[in-house]
């Protein structure tokens, strides 16, 4: 029953580490594209082809994306850890119910008596 409960915990602080991640790659990214809104203001040059195009604006931007290409992937991973989640809960639910089905049920002493305890 620990080892259950163990792994449902474990599998629930993988979805909250998950769910951390994402926020502070979406936080990463709208602070990244509000830096690029305002090097482009600065600089008066918007169009990434145009020759006079900040460098740091275009670093910033391809930083910006693989952010955004890594918060995709996680979202996957956090759908699959979402379900081994909810998996590992549902079979502690069962085994908690096997376990109270187990000991609510009659008990008898090697000589075929039942206990007096639990009478």
């Given at each position: 029953m620990k080892l259950k409960r163990f792994e449902a915990?474990?599998?629930?602080?993988?979805?909250?580490?998950?769910?951390?991640?994402i926020r502070e790659f979406e936080t990463m990214a709208s602070d990244l594209e509000?830096?690029?809104?305002?090097e482009e203001e600065r600089t008066g040059v918007?169009?990434?082809?145009?020759?006079?195009?900040?460098t740091f604006a275009k670093s910033?931007?391809?930083?910006?994306?693989?952010?955004?290409?890594?918060t995709a992937e996680l979202l996957q991973r956090l759908e699959a850890a979402r379900r081994e989640h909810e998996e590992a809960?549902?079979?502690?639910?069962?085994?908690?119910?096997?376990?109270?089905?187990?000991?609510?049920?009659?008990?008898?002493?090697?000589?075929?008596?039942?206990?007096?305890?639990?009478?």
């Amino acid at each position: 029953m620990k080892l259950k409960r163990f792994e449902a915990d474990e599998k629930g602080r993988k979805v909250a580490d998950l769910e951390q991640m994402i926020r502070e790659f979406e936080t990463m990214a709208s602070d990244l594209e509000r830096q690029i809104q305002a090097e482009e203001e600065r600089t008066g040059v918007k169009d990434q082809s145009h020759f006079a195009y900040s460098t740091f604006a275009k670093s910033a931007a391809q930083r910006r994306n693989n952010l955004v290409a890594s918060t995709a992937e996680l979202l996957q991973r956090l759908e699959a850890a979402r379900r081994e989640h909810e998996e590992a809960l549902a079979q502690l639910a069962r085994f908690a119910a096997a376990d109270v089905r187990h000991d609510s049920s009659p008990r008898r002493r090697p000589d075929g008596m039942r206990s007096a305890a639990l009478r």
